[in-house]
């Protein structure tokens, strides 16, 4: 289990930093063809993990870091919505 949460996690970060044409899902550690419902509630566990208020105490290179990341996974949020027009 904490294999394919790191393999997982790593295919998130990975797609967040090297483009490819199904970068969106994998952001969102997604398929293609997975439903609406899968695309939201995907978004907010990615939201809710990368939001850069979870790591203020943290100092300003770990947050910069999670502004980084919060914004590629509003990009891909925003980008499957887009295409799916939700």
Do not use: C
């Not at 393999?7 to 997975?34: C, N």
């Not at 419902?37 to 990615?46: G, I, N, P, Q």
């Not at 300003?60 to 949020?77: M, P, S």
């Amino acid at each position: 289990m904490f294999g394919k949460w790191i393999g997982s996690d790593y295919t998130s970060i990975e797609a967040m930093l090297i483009p490819k044409t199904d970068w969106a899902y994998d952001v969102l550690e997604l398929q293609p063809t997975a439903s609406d419902d899968e695309v939201k509630k995907a978004y907010r566990k990615m939201a809710v993990k990368y939001h850069p208020d979870k790591v203020s105490y943290l100092g300003e290179e770990i947050q910069q870091a999670a502004n980084e990341k919060f914004k590629k996974v509003n990009e891909a949020y925003q980008q499957i919505s887009k295409e799916r027009k939700l």
